[in-house]
């Protein structure tokens, strides 16, 4: 069974930096793509970012264009979200997901818990 655990989180100041991480386990993910999503309060979940398991192809929201980086180290089993120039509507919990293309379905599979960004102005 698929498990994704997200970390990293935490309060950091308008500007600053922060680095996800997000521990994949259950499944080879050669086809799978990963991606980063998070839920404000109040609002809908939306993506972020997303990247393929065994190529360089990675697709961002244009609200972090420029400021987020999706990275994956597939060795360690894990994915990376480095957030620079972090702004207050960046404050959200940030969740980790992966999607298998052999399902067919519409949204992403699997998700974890979560990990809560709070970015103070």
């Known amino acids: 069974q698929v498990q994704l655990v997200e970390s990293g989180g935490g309060l950091v100041q308008a500007g600053g930096s922060l680095r996800l991480s997000c521990a994949a386990s259950?499944?080879?993910?050669?086809?799978?793509?990963m991606g980063w999503f998070r839920q404000a309060p109040g609002k809908e979940r939306e993506f972020v970012a997303a990247?393929?398991?065994?190529?360089?192809?990675?697709y961002y929201a244009d609200s972090v264009k420029g400021r987020f980086t999706i990275s994956k180290d597939n060795g360690k089993n894990l994915v990376y979200l480095q957030m620079n120039s972090l702004k207050p509507e960046d404050t959200a919990v940030y969740y980790c997901?992966?999607?298998?293309?052999?399902?067919?379905?519409?949204?992403?599979?699997?998700w974890g818990q979560g990990t809560q960004v709070t970015v103070s102005s």
């Open positions: 997901a992966a999607d298998d293309p052999a399902s067919n379905t519409p949204t992403y599979d699997y």
């Open positions: 990247i393929r398991w065994t190529a360089t192809n990675t």
């Open positions: 259950g499944r080879r993910f050669g086809r799978y793509i």
